[in-house]
């Protein structure tokens, strides 16, 4: 196990001839200087390692002690080397080791919380640091217009819950390597399970959604559902995910808002709830409006304003004529037409429609 005190210094990439030695990709600031600070290890065993060559500004060969042979040095390929702290040079004031950075706030030069860094990448040719989520990153678009209006008017309120403040150490984690290897890293079962104790303690008949790409496709009837519930909890997953006992424990709705990839669960929560708050009594003015939307029996007809006639396409005259029955025939026609032409999957029977009605 590696704790916090240890520096990553290097990663074994591969064998290097036939006599057990090793290439080695190095983070110290001199390659040479990976062995300068006594031995290495992955977690588990000690090594004492000895450079044998410079091969770039950030590579050596290296032996290490007890290895002769290549099938020996395969075995140490993708090992991460460490060293404790307290090995390493004391740094200036203003001087910190990747793994330190860990748990810090990012803030921006007029002082203001851009996030918490979770991360640190290397990729040879620049490191990127990765930010964790901003609980300021809500209400975000909420805040503005229809739904910005209600929520400042009391019609629906929101609550953000920092998972972060729920980890158990001092880097405030929340993410670990997945069982099994592969890409990235999860959020943690029992930290998100203690954010989770906490709300439903303050609200427990909430409904839990969990925005994710495995979840059934958000659907405006979907929307309709969750509103009445009256209490709904959005949890938002980062990096490859979530543990999957935390929806199986707790019973997780999962929610997808379409077939492709975004960065965190935010934006997908942000779009469940302005779909969900606009269907709250009091936020949409007009109640016609909701019984009009589009994905009510297919797609939304053609709408038009004023001028009458712009760039030399006019608006179509049954429009213009001031009959409703027309209008309403007009306007169903096209709904079906646009919407077996575009989204078939959603075509219902139109009501009202009459053969042989108006296509002006």
Known sequence: MVHGDMVLLGVVRAPHGVMGLVKVRTFTEDPSHISAYGPLTDGHSCFNVTVVSVLGADSVIAKFDGLSSRTESERLRGKRL???????????????????????????????????????????????????????????????????????KGLWSLNVVDIRSFAGDKHLTVDDKPYGGGPGMLMKADVLGRCIDSVLEAHPDTRLIYTSPKGKQFTQDMSRQIVRFGNITLLCGRFEGIDERVVDVYNFQEVSIGDYVISGGELAAMVVIDSCVRMVAGVIGNKDSLNRESFDGGLEYPQYTRPASWKGVSVPDVLLRGNHRETELWRCRMSRIITERRRPDLLKDCSGEEEGSSNE
Request: proline content about 4%.
């Open 82 to 152: 460490y060293v404790r702290k307290s090995s390493l040079p004391k740094l200036q004031e203003d001087e910190f080791y990747e793994n330190e950075l860990i748990g810090m706030d990012a803030k921006l030069e007029d002082g203001t919380t851009y996030g918490v860094i979770s991360a640190i990448l290397n990729f040879g040719s620049c490191d990127i640091i990765e930010l964790s989520t901003s609980t300021d990153m809500f209400p975000g678009p909420l805040g503005y217009s229809t739904v910005g209006n209600a929520l400042r």
